[in-house]
């Protein structure tokens, strides 16, 4: 059976509380192979302003580690790139 990981990308809001996803990451392993440690990354576009902070979370709403690359805002949208591993 194929391995399916889900990764929502979320606004953290200045007070504590998650706000809707901005973008949700699904990853399929059709190759049924054992990949351990995989650096992924996926690119993020969404429409809005800089947030106060971005967080990664697991598809059970856990935090999950990550970095963002090339945040930029341009015309309203927000784009760039988030790294994390898929354990």
Known sequence: MARITVFSFLCLLMSGVFAAPLQTFV???YLRHQWTDELVHFPIAYRGVY???LALVDGNGQP???QVT???QQNGKVTGTVWTVVL
Request: aromatic share 0%; hydrophobic share 35%; net charge neutral.
């Open 64 to 66: 999950a580690p990550c």
């Open 70 to 72: 090339g945040l930029t």
């Open 51 to 53: 947030p106060a902070s």
């Open 27 to 29: 990853i399929k392993d």
